[in-house]
């Protein structure tokens, strides 16, 4: 798995956020606010995102409405496990993530350990 591209990014940033069904045109529109685009630059990406599994579809009349497969956290995680397995030495990846994490992020891991601690899966 890899990262997004700059509208790939865009456009499931704002899918993310709608939580709802979101069709192409809804999606231009929002995008159209920050810069010119065309209605089939969207559309190809979009269907792209479908291709690769982070968006599902469905037919309303002559288009489709999208939705998200995955919340993004849900998807951040997959991104980082995959970047984690192909890191080579995991334990010294760890290492060097956990030697850059600013006090805030430090937080955030100590709360999720809580929710989820050590050891796997309850």
């Known amino acids: 798995m890899r990262g997004l591209g700059d509208l790939e990014s865009a456009i499931m940033n704002r899918l993310w956020a709608y939580r709802r069904p979101a069709s192409v045109r809804d999606v ?6 920050d810069r010119e685009i065309a209605y089939t630059t969207v559309m190809t990406v979009m269907d792209k995102l479908h291709t690769k599994g982070l968006l599902r579809r ?5 288009a489709y409405v999208y939705e998200t497969v995955a919340t993004k956290e849900a ?3 997959d991104l980082m496990r995959s970047t ?6 995991q334990a010294a990846t760890l290492v060097h993530f956990l030697e850059q994490l600013t006090p805030e992020e430090s937080a955030a891991l100590e709360a999720a350990l809580k929710v989820y601690p050590p050891g796997g899966r309850s």
């Open 28 to 33: 231009l529109e929002d995008l159209r606010r």
């Open 58 to 62: 469905k037919a309303v009349g002559r």
């Open 75 to 77: 998807y951040t995680a």
């Open 84 to 89: 984690l397995a192909s890191g080579g030495n």
